[in-house]
């Protein structure tokens, strides 16, 4: 791959993260994603390992929070942009793009950890369960046995033996219960 190739590349992965973070209309987001990988680029990975379907679960927001500040852009007139949550479940739906919400982390800090780590995390609870619904029974035994061994997890915790684990638990299902304490 050329320079200018590789430098093409990495601009436009590095557009489908700016587009997700700032809101884009869901359409471009989902249609860029398929452009880089029907291209045979991939989707792209952060610095720390994230795909696209990471950042939108990443920046979601709770129910709670959503409720206010709709209110507060249609008080000052502002334009609804969409959510993140609206982004996660167009990407899990799209017959295309569908591998990236079974994908983890693939390095670093996070490395293992996938989306529904972090739906667990930030305790989006429906957004666990309507994920969770619309996963294959394939995928579902996928997540729910993924391990998150990064070592922002493997940091936590050191067994008596030395082996490092993490302090949540490594599989998702760990992860409810501490969140439930």
């Known amino acids: 791959m050329s320079s200018v190739t590789g430098n093409k590349r990495r601009r436009s992965q590095e557009e489908v993260f700016i587009d997700i973070k700032n809101g884009e209309p869901v359409p ?40 206010k ?8 007139g502002w334009e609804e942009k969409p959510t993140h949550e609206q982004m996660a479940k167009a990407i899990w739906k799209d017959k295309k793009l569908q591998h990236l919400r079974i994908e983890s982390y693939d390095r670093g800090d996070y490395e293992g950890e996938t ?23 394939r995928d579902e035994v996928v997540l729910l046995n993924s391990r998150a061994v990064g070592t922002f997890d493997l940091a936590h915790f050191e067994t008596q033996s030395g082996v490092k684990r993490c302090k949540f638990g490594e599989h998702p299902i760990c992860w409810v219960r501490v969140n439930i304490l």
Do not use: C, Q
């Open 28 to 67: 471009k987001v989902i249609k860029r994603l398929k452009t880089d990988i029907e291209g045979g680029r991939g989707a792209a990975r952060d610095a720390v390992g994230a795909n696209p379907f990471h950042l939108t679960v990443l920046y979601s927001k709770s129910n709670s929070s959503l409720s």
């Open 69 to 76: 500040d709709t209110a507060r852009n249609h008080s000052l």
């Open 115 to 137: 989306a529904l780590h972090l739906m667990i995390a930030k305790r989006r609870d429906g957004l666990v369960k309507e994920f969770l619904e619309a996963l294959s029974d």
